[in-house]
């Protein structure tokens, strides 16, 4: 079993064991939780295994701080405001944000990380316990959304803060546009760097020829009908010479 290395801290903030002081916050002075049972964690600082957080003995709890390498990837995002963005299969690009959001509601769905780089918007999903349900992706490309998943590789669930911060943010390798069928891939193939917002419509050509004909049409209609009403009744016929 890998050590668990995260946890609750007395904040509700994720705490890793080496942000925990050796002396003050051995045992269960630490005053972290899991937050998955929501009980009292012990920290095993000096013991001669590598420091870990464990449950108490009568714990039947087996989570290992999955919520909290979670909470705390996003939390990485946010903080950072960039992010390596796959552009194509073999080139990724590092995106800096000027907005970042952490749960972020958007039509009926909630999204771990929203972020705008210009009129590019990023929703980012992280995969840590589960990957993203393709209901999601299915519901959100309705109104042209694409997600980003990024995996947490399990086996840096222990891992140092810096170690996951890298994995979260640069590595090239766990992080991809989802997709849930060809039809998807061909639609969302229309803008490698995100979902673009709205650009300002052009003026239609129905419009220019519309505007033209009413500029040309509306003083000849005026001259015709501020002429005498008899002219126009009896010369019904030759109105045209009044235009
Ligand atoms: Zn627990």
Redesign the pocket.
Known sequence: MRRRVWATGPDDQPVHIDQLDPIKDKGLDCGCK?E??G?QLIAYLNGSKEPHFG?QRD?T?T?KGEKSVHLMAKQIICEAKQLKIPVTDDFHQIVTFDYVEAEYAVHGKRIDVFATQGRNRYFIEIWCEHKTEDDKIRHLKQYGIRLLEIRIDPKLYDADFETLRRHVLFDPGNREWLEVDQEFKDVEQLDCQGTSLPSPQPISWKWIVGIGVAAIAAPMVCRWLTKPSSIRSYNRQSWLQFL
């Open positions: 899991c998955d049972c009980k449950h714990s709890c989570s």
